[in-house]
Nanobody, 122 residues
Framework: LQLVESGGGLVQPGGSLTLSCAGS????????MGWFRQAPGKEREGVAC????????IYSDSAKGRFTVSRDKIKNTLTLQMNDLKAEDTAVYYC????????????????WGQGTQVTVSS
C-alpha cells in the first residue's frame, strides 16, 4: 500500500491550494482516509478525514468551512481543497489510510505518505 502526496507549496494568506494523494496497491474507497498535518514543535493533528467507506467526513474545527476533502474513485485519489489559508495552516501535510472505519486520529492510521509542505506567508 503506497500513498504519495502532491500539491503543496507557498501561498499568500487568503489564498488556496489543492493537495492530492494518490493511492497504489489498494482501492482507496474501501479504506478510511485522512489528511493530517504537523507543524514544527507540534503534534500531528487530523485536519479532514473520510472515516468510513460510505464517505462520512470529519473536519477539525480549524478546517470547517475552509477545507473540503473528497475521494475520486476513478483516479484512486484523495483530495484536500484548502481555501482562505492562514499562517497557522503552515505545516507538513500527510495523507494516511486505515481500515474500513477509523476516527480522525493519527494513531489509528497505519499507512502514511511522505508528506508535502504547505507554507502560508506573505
Amino acid at each position: 500500500l503506497q500513498l504519495v502526496e502532491s500539491g503543496g507549496g507557498l501561498v499568500q494568506p487568503g489564498g488556496s491550494l489543492t493537495l492530492s494523494c494518490a493511492g497504489s496497491g489498494f482501492t482507496l474507497q474501501f479504506y478510511a482516509m485522512g489528511w493530517f498535518r504537523q507543524a514544527p514543535g507540534k503534534e500531528r493533528e487530523g485536519v479532514a478525514c473520510v472515516v468510513s467507506t460510505d464517505g462520512y467526513t470529519i473536519y477539525s474545527d480549524s478546517a470547517k468551512g475552509r477545507f473540503t476533502v473528497s475521494r475520486d474513485k476513478i483516479k484512486n485519489t484523495l483530495t484536500l481543497q484548502m481555501n482562505d489559508l492562514k499562517a497557522e495552516d503552515t505545516a507538513v501535510y500527510y495523507c494516511a489510510a486505515a481500515g474500513t472505519l477509523a476516527p480522525c486520529m493519527a494513531k489509528e492510521y497505519p499507512w502514511w505518505g511522505q508528506g508535502t509542505q504547505v507554507t502560508v506567508s506573505s
